[in-house]
């Protein structure tokens, strides 16, 4: 496929570690979310009958995730694939995994951050620099 298409949607967990950094949760698809309508979104697979489901994770996390048609069914185990840029940082309160930043790394456009998520392992975190440093 066409770069952002391998991108955005990688056939298998060998092809989204080679196009980019991600994020990966081994779990079972437990159905589908949304009464199972159509995906939606721009990085989703409506176009070809993709549908949202709901997986839980080894660790017990529960995520969101888009199949394609034709893909894994209910009570399958899958591996999500999350983009360190699809992912945001909240307040405690707010977020579904908790964690503490072990690492940040200025990226010029980017800071990429890594989090020990306890059981969920380490999440990569992107966020894009809105502000520029004042010149001297």
């Given at each position: 496929g066409v770069p952002r298409d391998l991108y955005e949607a990688p056939a298998d967990r060998f092809v989204a570690d080679f196009i980019g950094t991600c994020d990966?949760?081994?779990?079972?698809?437990?159905?589908?979310?949304?009464g199972g309508a159509p995906a939606r979104g721009p990085r989703s697979?409506?176009?070809s009958g993709g549908r949202t489901v709901m997986?839980?994770?080894?660790?017990g996390l529960i995520l969101r995730a888009t199949v394609?048609?034709?893909?894994?069914?209910?009570?399958d185990r899958?591996?999500?694939?999350?983009?360190?840029?699809?992912?945001r940082l909240v307040s405690a309160t707010e977020g579904i995994v908790s964690g503490r930043l072990?690492?940040?790394?200025?990226?010029?456009e980017t800071t990429e951050l890594r989090v020990d998520a306890g059981p969920h392992g380490t999440v990569i975190v992107r966020r894009q620099i809105t502000s520029q440093p004042k010149s001297a």
């Open positions: 990966s949760f081994s779990g079972r698809i437990l159905g589908a979310a949304d697979t409506a176009d997986v839980e994770t080894d660790a394609r048609a034709g893909g894994p069914g209910d009570g899958v591996v999500v694939v999350v983009r360190p840029e699809r992912t072990i690492e940040a790394t200025y990226l010029g």
